[in-house]
Each structure stands twice: as structure tokens, then as C-alpha cells.
């Protein structure tokens, strides 16, 4: 569990979200920092990463995103609110949110959630990049910068912002190799889920911040919403 600090007016859902943070660290045996922070704290900046819960129907949180996005440690941003409407209006490319919870926050929406990140940042130590070779070249691409991979006409295509590379091996490989960072959405992707902004549920589809749009089949929606706590 990252370091985290709750970006909240509201001294009730403060303490809820904590006490939920720390029970989480009791029965996951695990150690981290809690910081309660009104709109007023200035974000430190941090060469770790770390967890950032802010309330989404603050007119301040777009500000306090901003700042946190501005710095070079890519942190995650968890976004609260009473309604999925003002979750959904916070939502932008630049704020890319790990998770979006309704108050009263839940505690297994909460769990799920930390559970998938504690879980990427496990599959993030085994290794940072994809590696493959074709003849005698060999490339990498650094997990991070994949959007996705996905199968087509019997291949499978790994794709970046700034370009597509066939790559030899399958998707069930790949799901396997890489680990929790990356969601089965539908039998042809396979999505890295820090890259997914948002799904549209009568389409079936997913928008990813780089405004690609990939589809989603009902199973892939299901690990979606489980995953990111949707």
C-alpha cells in the first residue's frame, strides 16, 4: 500500500476513509502513511509514489490534480463524490483516477481497489518493460507507454501512442507474462489499465487517454468494474 493522503473537507468521510485505510493495513499486514489534507495543503512533491483520495465534487480538486499530474512521479488519483454524475464530470484526460468511489465509500469498493494496486505495483518489481525479437533485432517498450495489445487476423499487435508492432506471441501468453497490470477487456485486447479513462456501457467499448476506443465484452466489463472499482 502507497502512502496516502485524503483531500477532503468533510471531517466525517475523512475519518471513515481512514479508519477503512487502516483496517485495510491490519488485515493485509501492511505498513503506509495516512495524511488528512484540506484543499489548502499544497501536495509535497515525492520521488514515490502515492495515493492521493480527493473529493471530486470540491470545485478545488481539478486544481489539486493539476499540480499532482505537473510532477514527475506518476501518482494514483482516486477520486470520491456523492454521485457518479460529479465522478464522471471530474473525469479527464489529465486526471487518468486509478478508482472512482462513491460516498458513503464502501469498504470492499475500497479493498478491491487497493488490492489491484498493491497487486500492479508487485507486477511492476518483476519488471518494467516488454521485450521480443524478430530475426536478429530485438525490441522493448517499457510497460507504461503500452496502451494495449491486441489480436487480428491471427496476430497479435502491440500498440503504443506512437506506433503498432506485431509481436510473436498470444494473448493468453501475454495475460499470463504480464500480470495484474493489464486487463482481459474482450478475447482481442488485452489493455493496460492505467490507460483506460473511461467505458461506455451501451457500447461496449472502453476510451483509453489517448482517445483510442477499444471493445469490451461482457466478462471484460465485469473485470473492469472489479479492477478498478467502477
Known amino acids: 500500500m502507497y502512502d ?14 481512514r ?3 487502516v483496517q485495510y493495513q491490519i488485515r493485509s499486514n501492511v505498513e503506509a502513511d495516512i495524511t488528512a489534507c484540506t484543499f489548502a495543503d499544497k501536495p509535497a512533491e515525492r520521488a514515490l509514489t ?9 470545485s478545488r480538486c481539478a486544481a489539486l490534480v493539476t499540480k499532482l499530474r505537473a510532477q514527475k512521479t506518476r501518482h494514483h488519483i482516486v477520486l470520491t463524490a456523492p454521485s457518479f454524475g460529479q465522478l464522471v464530470q471530474a473525469m479527464t484526460a489529465q486526471t487518468l483516477p486509478t478508482g472512482l468511489l ?4 464502501g469498504e470492499a469498493e475500497l479493498f478491491r481497489l487497493l488490492q489491484a494496486v498493491d497487486k500492479e505495483a508487485a507486477a511492476a518489481q518483476c519488471g518494467d518493460s516488454y521485450s521480443w525479437s524478430v530475426k536478429a533485432r530485438r525490441y522493448s517498450i517499457a510497460l507504461e507507454q503500452i496502451l494495449y495489445f491486441e489480436s487480428r487476423h491471427k496476430k497479435t499487435f502491440l500498440a503504443t501512442n506512437a506506433q503498432e508492432y506485431e509481436v510473436p506471441a498470444s494473448l493468453d501468453a501475454l495475460e499470463a507474462q504480464l500480470g495484474a497490470r493489464f486487463i482481459r477487456t474482450h478475447r482481442s485486447y488485452l489493455v493496460n489499465q492505467r490507460h483506460i479513462l473511461a467505458y461506455d456501457a451501451g457500447a461496449m467499448t472502453l476510451t483509453l487517454d489517448d482517445e483510442s476506443v477499444v471493445y469490451l465484452s461482457r466478462a471484460g466489463k465485469a473485470r473492469v468494474k472489479e479492477v478498478l472499482a467502477w
Open 102 to 105: 462513491l460516498k458513503p465509500v
Open 19 to 21: 479508519d477503512l485505510l
Open 50 to 58: 502515492a495515493m492521493y483520495m480527493t473529493d471530486a465534487a470540491d
Open 4 to 17: 496516502t493522503y485524503i483531500y477532503d473537507e468533510h471531517p466525517a468521510d475523512q475519518r471513515h476513509l
